[in-house]
């Protein structure tokens, strides 16, 4: 087996919400793969905390992807320090909980908005950058962060975090289609229950309950979402696109 199989060493890659939560877990894997990382998200000083953190192959870039416009300035901040991407990791996102009678419809405009719309407009943002990197042997790379909630119903009333990411999953697969004759493939990944600001309730409430609930008897941590990404960025997944991975210990495809 060749050793560059799973080798991202060198490689540019975006990871939006990558200040926190599975974002900055995504980044570190990167960074300590060797790749170079451009963490993004909308708090600056977060961005800059992480990038300092994380040494000279990471580079704080702030941007909302919440908008149009704001995908659009993220782009235009990345094409200031480099040329091309060869991977662009879409992961900001939001949730929204409410019981069915109350549950606003602002929750819908916030969520799918950032979840949904947001990966496809900062990916037509970056287009120019990943097409700079794309080769038929080494095409560029689009990895949007879905999650398990989208493949089953989930235990909380969040009714457009679920829709979204559905939504997400099957935009992953449109997007493949278009961009595959562009030497770039575009999967997701469906995380399960890792820790972090967004689950935070969660470990609050169920406690040892939660590891024993998970076929593999555990929840994630970094090596399993920074493995499948980087998995996703490498040489061994050339060939491989419009594919939705559950990364959740078997919780959605097991149980």
């Not at 970056?126 to 398990?148: E, F, H, K, M, Q």
């Not at 278009?178 to 770039?184: G, Q, T």
Request: charged share 20%; hydrophobic share 45%; aromatic share 6%.
């Amino acid at each position: 087996m060749s050793s560059r199989l799973f080798d991202v060493a060198g490689r540019h890659v975006l990871v939006t919400g990558g200040s926190r939560g599975i974002g900055e877990m995504i980044a570190r894997g990167l960074v300590e793969a060797g790749a170079i990382v451009y963490v993004s998200s909308r708090n600056a000083d977060a961005c800059q905390q992480v990038t300092d953190e994380l040494g000279e192959s990471a580079i704080a870039v702030p941007g909302d992807v919440s908008t149009g416009d704001g995908c659009r300035s993220l782009a235009a901040a990345v094409r200031e320090h480099t040329d091309h991407l060869d991977v662009l990791v879409n992961n900001a996102g939001a949730t929204w909980g409410a019981g069915i009678d109350d549950y606003p419809d602002e929750a819908w405009d916030k969520v799918l908005g950032l979840n949904v719309a947001g990966p496809f407009r900062l990916t037509v943002a970056c287009l120019d950058l990943l097409r700079a990197s794309a080769t038929a042997d080494g095409p560029a790379r689009v990895v949007n962060i879905g999650s398990v909630d989208g493949i089953q119903i989930p235990a909380f009333e969040s009714y457009a975090y679920s829709a979204s990411k559905a939504a997400i999953h099957h935009l992953t697969r449109h997007m493949g289609q278009r961009l595959a004759r562009e030497h770039i493939t575009v999967n997701a990944i469906a995380p399960g229950l890792f820790q972090s600001k967004m689950t935070e309730f969660i470990f609050e409430a169920g406690g040892d309950d939660l590891e024993q609930s998970m076929p593999l008897r555990r929840t994630g941590r970094q090596d399993d979402i920074a493995g499948a990404v980087i998995y996703l960025a490498s040489p061994a997944a050339a060939w491989v696109t419009g594919v939705v991975l559950p990364v959740d210990g078997g919780f959605a495809t097991l149980r």
